[in-house]
């Protein structure tokens, strides 16, 4: 998915009908193994494919420190259930 356009974590969640919870952990996973990165674009964090630069790389709790990003509670229609 994310090697054919950057994603938001909301993305991914609705793509693969994950609770936002999972979707963090496999994000945070990734992000650590380097294989995927994130970059702040619009006021969202995106995730990409591939790891690139240590520099390029955000940690995924410094990605939403450094811009003081607080994710949103979705509401159940968001997210396809109570």
Known sequence: ML????CTAQDIGKAFNM???EVSKHLGKLLEDKRIRAQV???Q?????GGGEASDLYNHEQAHEE???????PSSDQWGGA
């Not at 090697?3 to 950057?6: I, S, T, V």
């Not at 964090?45 to 494919?49: P, T």
Request: hydrophobic fraction near 30%; avoid cysteine; charge should be positive.
């Open 3 to 6: 090697q054919r356009r950057p």
């Open 19 to 21: 609770h936002p919870n």
């Open 41 to 43: 674009a619009n006021h």
């Open 45 to 49: 964090l995106y995730y990409l494919a």
């Open 67 to 73: 811009k003081a990003i607080t994710p949103a509670r």
